[in-house]
């Protein structure tokens, strides 16, 4: 099996290359996801779903230079490499949080992209792999050819699920799953559409057949171990795109998409939105019917999206002819209505710094809420207990129970 050892400490990335040719693709999975996840666009870009070190494999003998074919010549083609990010699948997975973050996994990609001999590459991610690209993309912008990121989401507090009963409910399921049938059930409700899983495929349904398909998968590399998921978890959660770091990706030349599902009920469609409003004018958004694992849901549409991205950047297309955000509804400028553009940017921004507050203080309103349950609960208890008492007629200690006086200060 490929590694490619991307630190001194012996850390460990596995890696699979497909196809061949002289256009290189680095795919970057999400979180709690192996390489496999990347099954739908490795077969649309590559061609093929044979890895190129499979034993046997004419390209397991020799690693060919960029751009080139066997012979040393320039080739045509797409060459595909995908990879589990540390803490999960077979790549190491390192015990302590400080070791995982969206930085040390870019550097991660950046090392693999040395290992291969790839001088510049199209660098797609999904989800957490978003994260890791848009560092990947501010750290080394010179290696990009071009960048798009699959429903993606800034970090932080843009992490958190819209939430409602579905969303507390698979979060309860995701943390008490112990089987890769437990864990496979919630992954498919959070991963796809209900229409889509309920689709008829033959004489049974697509909830079904993916079930069979994920727990196979799941069990072939076990289940992320806690470590693993609580560092990737950390990475998320700590990962944030500097103003400096957006300026740079926006202004290195590459061309950029975003593309997610409108039910993503993951990463929230109004943040991807955002991001490509930040990474204007290069970036073009693309919205699919679809749900967190878009790219599998709507394979065809989401491959054709990347495929068009790649034949952009090959031909030069500037940014200013590649996005599809110079409207007033995006708030940017529009040539000739400096004053509207300017009141619907204003008004833009307010909505903006609003949602932000809003989304910070609910988490805030919820820890809060909680302790005044939880006091409530502690004060009920003390007011409702028993006290012993005398009752010196009969001379009999009887329990009797106080109660709540609405007058008293606590």
């Known amino acids: 099996m490929p590694y490619c050892e991307v630190s001194t400490l012996g850390t460990k990335i596995f890696y699979r290359t497909y196809g061949h040719g002289s256009t290189k693709v680095l795919l970057i999975n999400g979180l709690a996801g192996t390489h496999k996840g990347w099954g739908p666009q490795i077969k649309g870009l590559a061609g093929t779903t044979e890895p190129n070190d499979e034993e046997g494999s004419p390209a397991a003998a020799v690693r060919r230079p960029d751009g080139c074919d066997e012979k040393g010549q320039p080739a045509g083609g797409i060459e ?6 540390r803490g999960v699948g077979w790549s ?37 792999g978003s994260m890791i690209a848009c560092k990947l ?14 429903n993606a989401t800034g970090g932080g507090f843009e992490c958190f699920p819209r939430i409602d009963s579905q969303m507390m409910s698979l979060a309860f399921r995701f943390l008490r799953a112990k ?23 033959g004489t049974s349904t697509r909830r079904k057949i993916l079930h069979q398909e994920y727990v196979k998968a799941i069990s072939s590399t076990g289940m992320q171990s806690s470590c693993g998921f609580e560092g990737q978890i950390n990475a998320c959660w700590t990962h944030k ?42 970036s073009r958004m693309v919205e699919l019917h ?26 030069g297309i500037k940014p200013q002819d590649w996005s599809n955000l110079n409207d007033a509804t995006s708030g940017w400028l529009v040539p000739g209505k400096p004053r509207t553009i300017s009141r619907v940017y204003s008004r833009t921004n307010y909505l903006v710094t609003v949602y932000n507050l809003l989304s910070k203080l609910q988490l805030s309103f919820l820890y809060l809420v909680g302790i005044f349950v939880m006091f409530f609960e502690y004060v009920r208890n ?22 709540y006086n609405s007058n008293c200060n606590f």
């Not at 595909?80 to 990010?85: E, I, L, P, Q, Y």
């Open 80 to 85: 595909v490499c995908c990879f589990d990010n």
């Open 92 to 128: 190491s997975i390192p015990t302590n949080k400080s070791e995982y973050s969206t930085t040390i996994m870019a550097k991660d990609a950046l090392a693999l992209l040395d290992h291969l001999g790839w001088r510049k590459a199209h660098v797609f991610g999904h989800s957490m």
């Open 137 to 150: 993309a501010a750290i080394a912008p010179q290696r990009l050819l071009s960048l798009a990121l699959l």
């Open 179 to 201: 089987t890769p049938e437990q864990r496979a059930a919630v992954d498919l409700e959070t991963h796809y559409t209900k229409e889509y899983l309920d689709e008829s495929v």
């Open 241 to 282: 795109m500097t103003s400096k770091e957006l300026d740079q990706i926006r202004t290195s030349g590459f061309l950029i998409s975003v593309i997610h599902g409108r039910y993503d009920i993951i990463a929230q469609l109004y943040h991807a939105r955002r991001l490509a409003e930040k990474l204007q004018p290069a």
């Open 290 to 315: 679809g749900g967190h694992l878009v790219s599998h849901e709507r394979p065809d549409e989401v491959n054709q999206s990347l495929m068009d991205l790649i034949k952009a950047s090959n031909a």
């Open 382 to 403: 003390i007011i409702r207990k028993p006290a012993r008492v005398t009752d010196w007629n009969n001379e009999v200690n009887q329990p009797i129970y106080t109660s």
